[in-house]
């Protein structure tokens, strides 16, 4: 009998520290000269302080896992994230991907000024479909999202849309292809029951499509139902990976509940 196949790494991360600088409050009056004295004197600007949001973190993450990353507020989870998609620097430490990943934010960047429709357009080429693949998958993305089911949404500009109707329909665009690494940062949890279990199901068919899912939520529940590992950051430091249920029980008792 053969021997099963190894697993293949689709991203390991390695001991990775990541900081970065956030400014304090500011009086308005005299902002403008203040900033031309400092720039002139090369002066640091005060109230700037460095947040050290992720502390030597290191795991492997491999092909058709679903990877739940928990933790509270400031905890670390979205810049970890935003790391892996290649989007903010590690100041300590490497990250190593297989293809590139895709970044799902509620926030991913899609033009409030233009109609849905012309947003699956652009959304499908971030995510690199041709033309001729968003034509093709229009209609589904559409209907997936489910923003028409109480009106003609799709023609209206996004910024007529809820909050729940814009992850929705974002999560749709990123959903209509595959993706050797795909990370989702809180883009499910506006959605409602109905449009939670099409995602679920989605995100076990990119898994079967030897894929790798990473996913955000404050909702234990969610993490549980679609991943099999979980990872919680606490504080920037990886506190527990292992089974979700199992890491999902550890930080409830942590926190007494609270999500």
């Given at each position: 009998?053969?021997?099963?196949?190894?697993?293949?790494?689709?991203?390991?991360?390695?001991?990775?520290?990541?900081?970065?600088?956030?400014?304090?409050?500011?009086?308005?009056?005299?902002?403008?000269?203040?900033?031309?004295?400092?720039?002139?004197?090369?002066?640091?600007?005060?109230?700037?302080?460095?947040?050290?949001?992720?502390?030597?973190?290191?795991?492997?993450?491999?092909?058709?896992?679903?990877?739940?990353?928990?933790?509270?507020?400031?905890?670390?989870?979205?810049?970890?994230?935003?790391?892996?998609?290649?989007l903010l620097p590690t100041a300590?430490?490497?990250?190593?991907?297989?293809?590139?990943?895709?970044?799902?934010?509620?926030?991913?960047?899609?033009?409030?000024?233009?109609?849905?429709?012309?947003?699956?357009?652009?959304?499908?080429?971030?995510?690199?479909?041709?033309?001729?693949?968003?034509?093709?998958?229009?209609?589904?993305?559409?209907?997936?999202?489910?923003?028409?089911?109480?009106?003609?949404?799709?023609?209206?500009?996004?910024?007529?849309?809820?909050?729940?109707?814009?992850?929705?329909?974002?999560f749709s665009i990123a959903a209509?292809?595959?993706?050797?690494?795909?990370?989702?940062?809180?883009?499910?949890?506006?959605g409602d029951a109905r449009f939670?279990?099409?995602?679920?199901?989605?995100?076990?068919?990119?898994?079967?499509?030897?894929?790798?899912?990473?996913?955000?939520?404050?909702?234990?529940?969610?993490?549980?139902?679609?991943?099999?590992?979980?990872?919680?950051?606490?504080?920037?430091?990886?506190?527990?990976?292992?089974?979700?249920?199992?890491?999902?029980?550890?930080?409830?008792?942590?926190?007494?509940?609270?999500?």
């Amino acid at each position: 009998m053969a021997d099963p196949e190894e697993p293949v790494p689709t991203v390991v991360v390695d001991g990775v520290h990541i900081t970065y600088k956030v400014n304090g409050a500011r009086t308005g009056r005299g902002s403008a000269t203040s900033a031309l004295s400092r720039l002139v004197s090369r002066r640091a600007t005060p109230g700037v302080r460095e947040v050290h949001a992720v502390k030597g973190v290191s795991f492997a993450a491999y092909k058709g896992e679903a990877i739940g990353l928990i933790g509270s507020n400031g905890s670390g989870k979205s810049t970890l994230l935003k790391a892996i998609a290649g989007l903010l620097p590690t100041a300590e430490g490497k990250v190593w991907t297989h293809g590139q990943p895709s970044l799902l934010g509620v926030n991913a960047a899609l033009m409030s000024d233009l109609t849905g429709e012309r947003n699956v357009v652009l959304g499908g080429l971030a995510m690199g479909m041709t033309r001729e693949q968003i034509r093709e998958r229009y209609d589904g993305i559409v209907d997936f999202s489910g923003i028409n089911d109480k009106g003609d949404f799709i023609s209206l500009p996004m910024r007529t849309y809820s909050s729940g109707m814009g992850a929705r329909l974002r999560f749709s665009i990123a959903a209509a292809k595959s993706h050797d690494v795909l990370l989702i940062d809180e883009a499910l949890s506006t959605g409602d029951a109905r449009f939670r279990r099409r995602s679920q199901q989605r995100i076990d068919e990119l898994r079967k499509e030897a894929g790798t899912v990473f996913l955000v939520s404050h909702s234990n529940s969610t993490i549980t139902e679609t991943c099999d590992r979980a990872i919680w950051l606490e504080a920037g430091v990886l506190r527990m990976d292992g089974p979700a249920k199992e890491v999902v029980a550890a930080y409830e008792e942590f926190t007494g509940g609270r999500k």
